[in-house]
């Protein structure tokens, strides 16, 4: 990927909101940084960022969307505050909560603040993992956050936070994954959506020879090739999208540096599934690939 220059029209406005960037350019990405096929991707979720806009990445799991988070951090050099979505989720996990500390030897409550509002008041970036996994009803506490006002009511202090002008979100959402509720469409308009899709082919030969311990292309030539029959069975219904993430394709490639390839797979993506019908089925595709 080469260098990457923003507009001169963005550079002021990220100068504006006072935010540091960073060129996006090969060193970056090949130091642990996110990649995709498409380097238009990258380049639009940081001039969504720059313009205030709150992003949300849309992909399958183990596609790339908290990687591609943690480099919009890297590229902005701001520190980035996370919030892990769940069914049990409430205003505590993201506003903060009070707990009982001592000065001067005396009890008294103290207030300690959550990744939103640390978030807002430092100006840094909020990143909502798996945002479709909270309750409806937790939600609408980040309406007011994610609009123009840029504020939100604080229940357990009575003040309201404001954001300072470098604040940024960006969430990520996996749709039709097992426990998440579509999101209502006032909480979906006020994003940009991103959607980022598996890497294949020689930009995922790439990551593989990067971030995983095996160093033999040809085996790594084969673990593609099994990527992209994962990811046919996937759109086909056949297999679950776990089956087909990158994550779990390096920790395979991790072990088939050690291991026999057949049981790498079997460890590293087969035995994760619940059916063992899928098992079998992705067993069979790897039987034709590794021999």
Do not use: W
């Not at 035995?271 to 063992?276: M, P, T």
């Amino acid at each position: 990927m080469k260098t990457i220059e923003l507009p001169n029209d963005i550079e002021k406005i990220i100068r504006e909101r006072h935010l540091t960037f960073s060129n996006i350019d090969e060193d970056m990405i090949s130091n642990g940084g996110f990649e995709a096929a498409d380097e238009h991707l990258l380049l639009d979720a940081v001039i969504a960022l720059s313009l205030g806009k709150n992003v949300l990445l849309k992909g399958p799991t183990g596609s790339g969307k908290t990687k591609l988070a943690e480099t919009l951090s890297n590229i902005f050099k701001q520190p980035m505050h996370s919030v892990n979505c769940s069914v049990d989720m409430d205003a505590e996990a993201l506003l903060g909560f009070k707990t009982i500390g001592q000065e001067s030897g005396l009890n008294k409550i103290e207030f300690v603040p959550g990744p939103v509002i640390k978030a807002m008041n430092m100006g840094h970036l909020l990143y909502i993992d798996e945002i479709n996994m909270a309750k409806p009803e937790t939600l609408p506490i980040l309406n007011s956050v994610l609009d123009y006002r840029r504020m939100v009511f604080n229940p357990f202090t009575g003040d309201v936070a404001r954001a300072k002008k470098s604040f940024g979100v960006v969430a990520a959402i996996n749709e039709g994954y097992v426990g998440t509720v579509p999101l209502n469409e006032a909480l979906k308009n006020r994003f940009i959506v991103i959607d980022v899709p598996y890497i294949q082919g020689d930009v995922l030969k790439g990551v593989l020879m990067k971030e995983s311990g095996l160093q033999d292309q040809s085996l790594i030539d084969k673990f593609v090739l099994l990527s992209e029959d994962l990811i046919i069975q996937v759109r086909n219904g056949q297999i679950p999208e776990e089956a087909a993430s990158i994550r779990a394709l390096i920790d395979t490639c991790d072990l088939a540096a050690y291991l026999p390839p057949l049981r790498a797979i079997q460890r590293g993506i087969a035995d994760k599934l619940e059916e063992e019908r899928e098992k079998a089925a992705i067993m069979n595709i790897a039987a034709t690939l590794f021999v």
